[in-house]
């Protein structure tokens, strides 16, 4: 069964910068497609980034990258702003798949 880790959330001043991880497990990591959601409260989960797709909101600031050995998947958050405030998913997906593997979160608040 997969499992997914996330870590690297906490507290930031506008501004600052942050990198997400998230550990993967349980299978072959290098079959899935994996990408970053996050969830405000009172919103939607939405698309963060991907391998092919950013967020509009965040193209320029946030990157996406993935270690296959180490079996981890990387979001690099720089300029981060209070709207950026959330709870950061990762999720895996066998490219094809109705449905994919989510994590736990980690938690991300930028304030002053």
């Known amino acids: 069964q997969v499992q997914l880790v996330e870590s690297g959330g906490g507290l930031v001043q506008p501004g600052g910068s942050l990198r997400l991880s998230c550990a993967f497990s349980?299978?072959?990591?290098?079959?899935?497609?994996m990408s970053w959601y996050r969830q405000a409260p009172g919103t939607q989960r939405e698309l963060v980034a991907s391998r092919t797709d950013y967020a509009e909101s965040v193209k320029g600031r946030f990157t996406i990258s993935r270690d296959n050995a180490k079996n981890t998947v990387y979001l690099q958050m720089n300029s981060l702003k209070p709207e950026d405030t959330g709870r950061y998913y990762c999720?895996?997906?066998?490219?094809?798949?109705?449905?994919?593997?989510w994590g736990q979160g980690t938690q991300v608040t930028v304030s002053s």
């Open positions: 999720n895996a997906l066998i490219p094809g798949a109705t449905s994919g593997y």
């Open positions: 349980g299978s072959i990591f290098r079959l899935y497609a």
